[in-house]
C-alpha cells in the first residue's frame, strides 16, 4: 500500500527520537540514528500552498521525524484550526481533505503525548473515531494511530475492533497500535487476541509485533507515567 511503510516507520522513529532524547538528558549513552529530516516552516508553508496531496503528507511525516519541530507544529496547529485570516493563501480545498486532515490530527496528538506541544485532544480523539468508519483505507490507517496516542480505555476498544477487520493492512495496522499503546487495556486486548486466535501465521504477527516494540515501550511509557 502507499505509503504503508513509511507510516509506521514515522510512528517507530518519532519513539525512539523521544527515548534518546531522554537517555540524553540523563546523561546516559544512545546511539542517535541521523534521520536527515529538518523542513523549515517556509518550506512546509509553501508545500501547503500546492495542490500535491502526496507532497503534503510527505512533509508533515518528515515534521514527525525531526527533533526540534516548534515552529512547525505551531503551523500545522493553525492549519487544524482552519485559521484561513493567518494563512489565506494556503490550498484549503486541499488540506481540508480527510486524508491530510486526519495526517494533521495524528503529528499534534502525537507531539502532544510526546510534551512537545500542548492541545486539548476532545476534538481530535472525536475526529479520529469518526474517520475510523472511513471508506479511504489510507484514512482509517492513519485514524488507528492517531487513537493509539490517545492512549486511553475508549481508543484501546475502537483499535481493538479493527483488529477483526476484513482488510489485511487496517488489522496488522490495529495490532501495531495496540502493540506500542501504555495503557493496561491494550495488553489486554492483545492478550485476548492470542487466546482465541486459531490461525498460527496470526498469533506469529501478533508474538512478533509484540517483541519489537517491547524494549522502546517499555522505557516510553515510564516517561509516560511520570
Known amino acids: 500500500m502507499k505509503g ?6 514515522a510512528a517507530l522513529v518519532n519513539m525512539q527520537v523521544l527515548m534518546c532524547m531522554l537517555l540524553l538528558s540523563c546523561f546516559m549513552p544512545c546511539a542517535v ?3 536527515g529530516y529538518y523542513v523549515t516552516k517556509k518550506e512546509i508553508e509553501r508545500i501547503f500552498q500546492g495542490d500535491n496531496v502526496d507532497a503534503i503528507i510527505q512533509v508533515t511525516n518528515d ?3 525531526m527533533i526540534y519541530k516548534r515552529e512547525a507544529l505551531e503551523f500545522l496547529r493553525d492549519v487544524w484550526e482552519i485559521n484561513k485570516s493567518k494563512y489565506p493563501d494556503l490550498s484549503w480545498d486541499v488540506i481540508t481533505k480527510d486524508i491530510v486532515r486526519i495526517n494533521i490530527a495524528d503529528i499534534l496528538i502525537q507531539s502532544n503525548r510526546n510534551r512537545e506541544i500542548s492541545i486539548d485532544t476532545y476534538d481530535f480523539k472525536s475526529y ?3 474517520q475510523i468508519e472511513n471508506n479511504d483505507e489510507d484514512v482509517v490507517l492513519i485514524a488507528i494511530l492517531a487513537l493509539s ?3 486511553d480505555a475508549a481508543s484501546v ?3 481493538y475492533e ?7 493492512a487496517i488489522s496488522r495496522v490495529a495490532i501495531i497500535a495496540l502493540a506500542k499503546m501504555c495503557h493496561q487495556a491494550a495488553e489486554q486486548a492483545l492478550n485476548n487476541i492470542e487466546r482465541n486466535s486459531q490461525d498460527k501465521e496470526y498469533l506469529e504477527v501478533i508474538q512478533d509485533t509484540r517483541q519489537k516494540y517491547y524494549s522502546v515501550k517499555r522505557l516510553y511509557c515510564s516517561y509516560q507515567n511520570q
Open 4 to 9: 504503508f511503510d513509511k507510516i509506521i516507520r
Open 157 to 159: 476498544k475502537k483499535i
Open 128 to 130: 479520529a473515531m469518526k
Open 162 to 168: 479493527m483488529t477483526s477487520a476484513s482488510s489485511p
Open 63 to 65: 515534521v514527525k521525524m
Open 33 to 35: 540514528a541521523d534521520t
Open 149 to 151: 496516542n490517545i492512549d
